[in-house]
């Protein structure tokens, strides 16, 4: 009898621990993987963050006022087989940020300097929510390209910028159903 | 008794297991996050050089409007730049990777006040603490004067045409004018002959007969050689005083410095210009004033202004009466002492490079931008 009674304190002192080992080893895991997404979210941001650099300063070279410029990027439909966003932020005396973060995590993030000016002034960064077809936007970015926040599988995406008192950029997609 | 050893025996073994396990994770991990960063470091740094050469920079001036033709405007510090970018301001379209001198200049200007420092940049370029950078800017062709050999009516400037790995260019066109000031004008000598040396090698002699000079004490006080390396569209130029009474002078915008105080409170400044016919280049000179010569602020330089300035200018003379200060357009900053958030290091940091072929004054620079994570 003393010995069946060791045996099930045992045996269940050995399940706890594979509970707690087990619960430790998926924390451990998972502080992992964020960090792996974070550096891939990272390569994203920096991506984004240099094509839009880019064509802000090709738009600024044309001293022209009303052109339009946008590039095509490619972008990753998953990151680690989950969904991910996309964010423009221009922060008050902060400057321009390009941020990607997990849709089911989103404290997993990284963010990507636009290295445009120290205060984030003379580049807004459209970031709010898209606007309607045959709003000032689309005026400009014609019926070929949607204005975009966020990254959705299965599209083109691409960066734009445009030029008139001050320099507007976001981020697009192809418009599949224009010509 | 003994059964209770067996089950601390395997939950230390399921212990060990799940602690060697999450250690080889981490392992596996670390090289993955290591390329990551590495390829981060390589995007980052190509963002700022896209930023730095294709940006005008911009600064605010005191009447409230914002200048993107910073380089010039001697009342912008280095500090107040709010954002740095060294492109060529212009009122139309912008050619890419063309550089304004005057902003380059200021990388390294010997007049304190007006020297952008890296720090400056780095704060402009929002880098923060988490990155360190260097820039190094040098010509393309790689033109070395060796000391001339004078002998009677002759003098023979050696010239060594190479490129940046040390290859030489035979086929380049060298073109050279030596300059001096005479009872307060200028004067020319063009060279009398340019001869390879051998030419396959990329050497070349560039000689000028002295015996039309008629004014030998003043030809060896003020001569300065004005050389030209054009090669398939490349070119070249140095502006070099030899006179042993030359003296080195800065121009940035339409105003000259040079060190200690003004002897004259006005002159004449010869500006000598540049400009290309087929495959060669051509020099020619024009005189206007230099006035108003004050003190600068961070003392220790005499400042003068020019009535004008010739865009493509490339070297200018002033003679005081006691000395004559010869200033040259060209740019040089090569190495960690350079231009550099680390001035002090021997080497560069493990990190990123990138490089450009940029135009500064109508001569091809290589733009090469350095950057290192400050931590890992």
Not at chain 1, 100 to 126: C, E, H, K, Q
Not at chain 2, 157 to 179: H, Q
Not at chain 2, 253 to 273: N, P, Q, R, Y
């Amino acid at each position: 009898m003393p010995v069946s009674i060791t045996h099930v304190i045992g045996t269940v002192a050995l399940l706890g621990m594979l509970i707690a080992v087990g619960f430790a080893f998926s924390l451990i895991s998972s502080v992992i993987e964020a960090d792996l997404m974070k550096g891939q979210l990272g390569d994203v941001a920096e991506y984004v963050a240099l094509n839009l650099g880019e064509v802000i300063s090709l738009v600024d070279a044309s001293n022209y006022p009303g052109v339009t410029m946008t590039k095509a990027i490619e972008l990753p439909e998953t990151i680690s087989g989950k969904s991910y966003n996309i964010m423009l932020l221009n922060q008050t005396g902060l400057g321009c940020y390009v941020q990607a973060s997990m849709v089911s995590r989103p404290d997993v993030y990284a963010r990507s300097l636009i290295p445009l000016n120290i205060t984030g002034s003379g580049v807004w960064l459209r970031d709010e929510t898209v606007k309607a077809p045959g709003s000032w936007w689309w005026t400009y970015l014609g019926d070929k390209v949607i204005p975009t926040n966020g990254t959705s599988a299965g599209f083109r995406y691409l960066v734009w910028a445009h030029w008139e008192r001050e320099i507007e950029a976001g981020l697009g997609r192809e418009n599949p159903s224009a010509g | 008794m003994h059964t209770i050893y067996e089950y601390l025996f395997t939950g230390l073994i399921i212990v060990a297991i799940v602690v060697a396990s999450a250690t080889m994770l981490t392992s596996i991990s670390m090289p993955l996050k290591m390329i990551s960063e590495r390829e981060q470091l390589k995007v980052t740094t190509e963002k700022l050089l896209s930023q730095v050469l294709l940006s005008t920079g911009s600064a605010p001036l005191a009447d409230g409007t914002v200048t993107a033709d910073w380089g010039r405007n001697l009342n912008v510090a280095g500090a107040d730049l709010t954002s740095f970018g060294l492109a060529k301001q212009s009122e139309t379209t912008r050619e890419s990777f063309v550089l304004d001198v005057d902003k380059v200049q200021r990388l390294n200007f010997s007049v304190n006040s007006l020297r952008v420092e890296p720090r400056s940049v780095a704060t402009s370029l929002q880098l923060g603490n988490d990155y360190g950078f260097a820039l190094e800017i040098f010509p393309v062709l790689n033109v070395t004067v060796r000391p001339p050999k004078v002998t009677g009516s002759s003098e023979e400037y050696p010239v060594l045409v190479r490129n940046n790995e040390g290859m030489p260019i035979p086929g380049a066109s060298v073109t050279a004018e030596m300059y001096y000031i005479v009872n307060g004008y200028v004067a020319n000598l063009s060279a009398s002959s340019v001869s390879g040396t051998p030419k396959e090698l990329g050497n070349f002699t560039v000689s000028f007969d002295t015996r039309g000079v008629s004014n030998k004490t003043a030809f060896e006080r003020s001569k300065t050689l004005a050389l030209s390396v054009d090669y398939e569209g490349t070119r070249s130029i140095q502006f070099r005083r030899y006179g042993t009474g030359t003296y080195d002078a800065y121009v940035l915008g339409d105003c000259l410095f040079h060190s200690g105080s003004a002897a004259k409170s006005s002159g004449s400044i010869f500006e000598v210009i540049t400009y290309r016919r087929g495959s060669s280049s051509y020099f020619r000179n024009v005189t206007f004033t230099l006035t108003n010569a004050t003190t600068a602020a961070d003392g220790g330089y005499a400042r003068y202004q020019m009535s004008y300035l010739e865009p493509s200018a490339i070297g200018f003379m002033f003679d005081d009466g006691s000395k004559v200060w010869v200033a040259s357009r060209s740019v040089f900053f090569y190495g960690p002492g350079g231009f550099s958030t680390i001035p002090s290091a021997s080497t560069f940091p493990l990190g990123s490079q990138l490089q450009r072929v940029v135009t500064i004054a109508d001569q091809a620079y290589v733009f090469r931008l350095y950057l290192w994570r400050m931590s890992w």
